[in-house]
């Protein structure tokens, strides 16, 4: 009888066992393609059928040598039944009532304003940059002045952020009526712009000061990491973007939690939504940050880590 028990559970195991394989997905598989930072990602759907995922990482500035844009690039926009970007339509609609209550949330009180902690110096750069707008930068956390200061790098650069590959497929999103769902909601996003306590977020507002300041050697390492991106090679992007990290960590080891909120934990649920994406079927067109797509913490290698890529 404890034989006939023993049979009865093996042939019951093994039946489960099949059953798992026979809805088991497949493994998905991921193809970087020359001329672009731009993956192909393909799987299987919860029904057994081919899926796609198309994704072009980004950088969130740009001039005229990204374009005109490969065809396969806009052809894999053209074709997709899903397009994604880090923040959805809806989440683009949001952002400035959302922007606005945590600033509101982020004011100082009225004895402690931010100028106090800033050196004369600092205090005559805002007024340079800002003019009139100066003092109501100083109501708030530093994250709110930092944003606004560390802006000003970038018009050294002759790029812009208008000519980025995101401004670029927002826009050919909103004049095609494309409802884009987003890989972040608009308060994530907002929550990476103002992270940190008060401390972290002087230091930081302190770095883009001193950004400004030396503005030869910040340009030149802002277009070292887009000559990077325009190598559209995963090492060499990989190399400049890290190297960045590392320097600002090395510097001050605030940083370190900070880039585990921006890229970590983000990548992690990415991954899973991705991973979604591939499960639900047909073909999603991503948009995102590159740096999220490179190195150890890539949204790839959780998917590895997940057993959902191979």
């Not at 099949?18 to 759907?45: H, P």
């Not at 990077?228 to 990989?238: G, H």
Request: glycine letters at 6%.
């Amino acid at each position: 009888m404890a034989n006939n028990s023993k049979k009865i559970m093996f042939g019951f195991v093994f039946f489960l066992v099949l059953l798992y394989n026979c809805f088991a997905r497949d493994k998905a598989i991921v193809e970087k393609k020359d001329g672009a930072m731009f993956w192909e990602m393909t799987g299987t759907d919860k029904n057994g059928n081919e899926s796609k995922v198309y994704i072009l990482g980004t950088f969130h500035a740009g001039d005229d040598r990204l374009y005109p844009l490969p065809q396969f690039v806009l052809d894999a926009y053209d074709n997709a039944d899903i397009v994604c970007g880090e923040i959805s339509t809806q989440g683009w609609e949001e952002l400035q009532s959302v922007l606005v209550l945590k600033m509101a949330s982020d004011m100082l009180d009225s004895e402690s304003h931010l100028d106090q902690f800033l050196t004369e110096e600092e205090v005559a750069l805002t007024y340079e940059y800002l003019g009139a707008q100066a003092p109501y930068m100083f109501l708030y956390k530093p994250w709110v002045l930092n944003q606004v200061i560390s802006s000003f790098t970038l018009s050294e650069t002759n790029m812009d952020f208008v000519d980025a590959y995101d401004s670029f497929f927002i826009a050919r999103s909103n004049d095609r009526g494309i409802n884009m769902e987003g890989l972040d909601s608009v308060e994530r996003q907002i929550d990476c712009l103002s992270y940190g306590d008060f401390d972290f977020q002087l230091v930081a507002l302190k770095g883009s000061f001193e950004a400004i300041e030396n503005p030869e050697e910040t340009v030149e390492n802002f277009l070292n990491l887009y000559e990077a991106y325009l190598s559209f090679d995963e090492k060499v992007m990989e190399e400049a973007y890290f190297k960045e990290i590392e320097t600002e960590i090395n510097e001050y080891e605030g940083f370190k939690g900070y880039y585990d909120v921006l890229l970590v934990e983000r990548n992690k649920d990415w991954a899973v939504s991705i991973d979604n994406y591939l499960n639900e079927g047909g073909t999603t067109f991503i948009f995102a940050g590159t740096g999220h797509f490179i190195g150890d913490d890539s949204v790839f290698n959780f998917m590895r880590a997940n057993g959902t890529l191979k």
